[in-house]
């Protein structure tokens, strides 16, 4: 790219998101600084007059009379809405989110504060670097991906090996299929997803040629097809496990990041998350919704814009989905029926995951930059709350029964350097726990069933395993 070009880059305003010439001091839309040193300095010479004035106001005041000092009244509660007014100040800090600065009001909870579970954690010590981890079906064994290009199951309550196969991929993700395979993603120069079958640990993966940068992975719901998609390829393929078979591809004008699966008018359907980038920017994302079962494959599709950079969970009734754009630092709910309109909120600043809780009653996103989390009212879209946490969130993961949001806050460099968790729970949603782990936190998976999560520990090469203790 030329020097011309750079300098003509125009971005979204972080406060307004007016598009301005990428380097501005200052927007042209909302008139807010952009620059920190030079805000950093206007603030100081503020400061410095009503200091100025201050001083000789008392002066004043302490040469006409004397008086005795006083206790402060209690503060005035903010009347509602005022938080956004706040917000509009013109040198409020950028680096701040708006919901930083909400009051924090007492949370009437349910009795899970007053009672909350107490974890149990033991470390499973893994002799290469862990890149991912999934429990089994029966929540007995874990399943863990290393940087040596190995899958292993280990037992979650002795932390013993049990089994370990080679893989021609590194398994940056790991996805368990009908509770008995296990598909290896390399999002990385690879064209093919091996799927181990757990029944069969001495018989090498089958590999299913997807197309160049594999991209996920969804199963069908029928017990032996799954639906695969290609980044770079820009391929859906539908395949048979059992018979090891392609049965249909489809080729997709974009590429695909992400395949979601929903339960419209009593059939499955699937969401494929596609995105445009231009100079590595995200310009716009859109979902391909169409029935897998038509003839010929994916003849009829429906797409629909979901802003630039989307990340989300489908709601538990698989009619709803969250997301939350991380450029545009908002969360919407879109009822994939479409028999309402899509909805929208403010978050925190990049938010990079979004989940639903307690029957899709709260939004909840986990924003980076900001290093909170904001608690949404999903049935109006309005922020609840603003959580703070203690460090960057890189990962989250929800309990089966979708009460907790389990956290890792391993931060947003690769290799990761931040350690310990947080667990959300509670009716509204709040920071209930804090807890332990190694150097580097990830991925986090939770039980299929029951209580229980795993965090791996990039940096110290273990596996943190939680489950609850024996209640006294």
């Known amino acids: 790219m030329s020097d011309a070009n750079k300098t003509s880059a125009r971005i979204p305003c972080p406060h307004c998101e007016t598009m301005i010439v990428s380097g501005a001091r200052k927007c042209r839309g909302c008139r807010r600084w952009l620059d920190p040193k030079r805000r950093s300095a206007r603030r100081w010479r503020?400061?410095?007059?009503?200091?100025?004035?201050?001083?000789?106001l008392g002066m004043a005041t302490v040469v006409s009379r004397h008086s005795p000092v006083g206790v402060a009244p209690p503060l005035t509660p903010m009347p509602?809405?005022?938080?956004?007014?706040?917000?509009?100040?013109?040198?409020a800090p950028a680096a701040i989110a708006p919901e930083a600065q909400d009051v924090q009001q007492p949370l009437l909870l349910d009795d899970e504060v007053d009672n909350p579970i107490q974890w149990q954690s033991t470390n499973i010590r893994v002799d290469v670097r862990p890149l991912d981890v999934i429990f089994s079906a029966d929540g007995q064994s874990i399943y863990v991906s290393g940087d040596d290009a190995t899958v292993r199951e280990y037992d979650v309550r002795t932390g013993r090996l049990r089994h370990m196969l080679a893989v021609p991929a590194q398994g940056d993700r790991l996805v368990l299929l009908y509770d008995r395979y296990i598909a290896v993603i390399r999002k990385g120069e690879a064209s093919h997803i091996p799927v181990v079958d757990t029944h069969f640990w001495d018989r090498d993966p089958t590999l299913l040629w997807v197309g160049a940068k594999p991209a996920d992975i969804v199963p069908l719901g029928?017990?032996?097809?799954?639906?695969?998609?290609?980044?770079?390829?820009?391929?859906?393929?539908?395949w048979n496990l059992e018979t090891k078979r392609r049965l249909a591809n489809i080729k997709?004008?974009?590429?695909?990041?992400?395949?979601?699966?929903?339960?419209?008018?009593d059939r499955t359907y699937v969401g494929a998350m596609g995105s445009l980038r231009r100079g590595g920017r995200y310009t716009g994302s859109w979902i391909d919704l169409f029935d897998p079962s038509e003839v010929p494959f994916a003849a009829t599709r429906r797409s629909m814009a979901v802003g630039r950079a989307p990340a989300g969970v489908v709601g538990s009734d698989r009619k709803q989905l969250l997301l939350a754009d991380r450029a545009a630092n908002r969360a919407t709910l879109y009822d994939m029926q479409g028999t309402d309109a899509p909805k929208s909120v403010r978050v925190g600043n990049e938010p990079i995951a979004a989940f639903?809780?307690?029957?899709?009653?709260?939004?909840?996103t986990l924003d980076a930059e900001s290093h909170t989390a904001t608690v949404i009212d999903a049935s109006t879209m309005k922020r609840l709350n603003t959580l703070m946490l203690p460090a960057t969130p890189s990962h989250g993961?929800?309990?089966?029964?979708?009460k907790r949001l389990f956290v890792s806050l391993g931060g947003d460099s690769w290799p990761p350097q931040g350690s310990g968790a947080v667990v959300?729970?509670?009716?509204?949603p709040q920071v209930m726990q804090r807890l332990d782990t190694g150097r580097g936190v990830t991925r986090v998976a939770t039980r299929r069933e029951g209580h229980g999560a795993a965090i791996i520990s990039y940096v110290d090469?273990?596996?943190?395993?939680?489950?609850?203790?024996?209640?006294k």
Do not use: C, N
């Open 424 to 428: 959300i729970g509670g009716d509204p």
């Open 397 to 402: 993961a929800l309990s089966a029964d979708r």
């Open 461 to 471: 090469r273990q596996v943190t395993v939680l489950t609850p203790r024996d209640a």
């Open 80 to 91: 509602a809405g005022a938080d956004e007014a706040v917000t509009a100040v013109e040198d």
């Open 356 to 364: 639903l809780m307690r029957q899709d009653r709260y939004g909840v």
């Open 222 to 238: 029928d017990g032996a097809t799954v639906l695969t998609a290609s980044s770079r390829g820009k391929r859906l393929s539908w």
């Open 252 to 265: 997709l004008p974009h590429r695909t990041e992400k395949l979601l699966t929903f339960e419209l008018d």
């Open 46 to 56: 503020a400061a410095g007059l009503v200091t100025g004035l201050l001083f000789s």
